[in-house]
Structure formats: C-alpha cells, structure tokens
C-alpha cells in the first residue's frame, strides 16, 4: 500500500491488510498489543498513536518517523534490523528494548526514555534532546558523536562503554561520575 493517510482506526479489532506500507500516515490509530511481525513500513509517519506491547518480529521500519506516540513495552531488537532507520518526537518509549541494534544518527527528541535498554546498541552520532534517561542501561553500548547536552536522568560508566567525542552539558557530567557515589556541588 503506498501513499495512504491512516486516520482514528482501531487496528486491535481491524488488522493491517497488507504486508508493506510505504509513504503513509498513521494519525491516532491503536496498535497497541497486536503484531506488526513481517510487515514493512517505508518512509512512513506514526503521528499520536498507541503502540504499546506491539509485537515487532521482523517488522521493517526504514525511515520512519514517530511523532506524539505511546510505545510502551517495545522490544526493537526484535525487528528486522537491514536498513533500519527511526527517528522519534515527543515519544513516551519507557521500558523498551533497543538491544545490539545498530540506531546511527537516529534522534530522539523531548522523549520519555525510562528504563530503556541500549546494551551493546551502537548509537554513534544519536541526538537525546532534551529526553528523560532515568534508569536507561547503556551497557557496552557506542556512544560515539552522541548528543546528550539536553538529556537528564542518565547514568553512564564511562569504563564499559565506549564515548569517545560524545557531548555532555556541564550539569549532565554528574550523570558520567555516578557510579562513584561522589558529591558534585
């Protein structure tokens, strides 16, 4: 399906008919616990939508976009991660899984980010603006070129994983030094 506007559907009592949707919109739809497995979306937009606990079993996101979305509980490791590239605005993504992916110069912006997983995520040149990081893991992860200046609530050990020309604010250093339970005044 190509070049189609989506609009207030509830996608839990009306499935998805195709396989592959490119250059569409999604505007207020329910996803939320159904499966997207194998479907493929193509310089597409979510906008406002709710796709908490979606199944993403080889689903394809290339250049996709989401805006104002609930997506609570989401384990992208388990897309299918050839050629995946999404972006997110003003999402609330707590407790997602982003294990081993590849997100180079993904962005993240004023999103809820808490108790998300990037362990082992390579995030080389990612931008968190102005995200809440609150107990993010970052376990072996790049974090190569990553903007983090506007980011908050994040704990990051410098020793396991690898930061070399990140950005920091001054007041984030204190994010950097957690683990050594020292007092920054």
Do not use: W
Not at 43 to 58: A, G, K, P, T, Y
Not at 76 to 100: A, G, K, P, T, V
Not at 123 to 142: E, H, M, Q
Not at 150 to 158: C, L, M, R, V
Request: hydrophobic residues 40%; charged residues 25%.
């Amino acid at each position: 399906m190509q070049d189609q506007i989506f609009e207030n559907i509830d996608f839990t009592t009306n499935s998805l008919k195709e396989n592959e949707y490119e250059l569409c919109t999604f505007s207020n739809c329910n996803f939320s616990n159904i499966s997207l497995a194998g479907i493929t979306f193509l310089d597409c937009r979510f906008e406002s939508c709710d796709l908490s606990m979606v199944n993403l079993s080889s689903t394809s996101f290339k250049e996709v976009l989401f805006v104002n979305c609930k997506m609570l509980g989401l384990n992208f490791n388990d897309c299918n991660n050839f050629l995946l590239s999404i972006n997110f605005e003003r999402c609330l993504l707590n407790l997602s899984l982003f294990y081993q992916l590849k997100l180079k110069n993904s962005q993240f912006r004023k999103c809820s980010l808490q108790e998300v997983d990037f362990s082992e995520t390579d995030l080389t040149n990612v931008v968190f603006d102005d995200c809440d990081l609150s107990r993010a893991i970052f376990d072996r992860s790049i974090l190569e070129k990553v903007d983090f200046r506007t980011a908050f609530n994040y704990s990051i050990d410098p020793e396991i994983n690898r930061l070399r020309k990140a950005k920091f604010s001054r007041i984030g250093i204190e994010g950097l030094l957690h683990k050594y339970h020292i007092e920054i005044s």
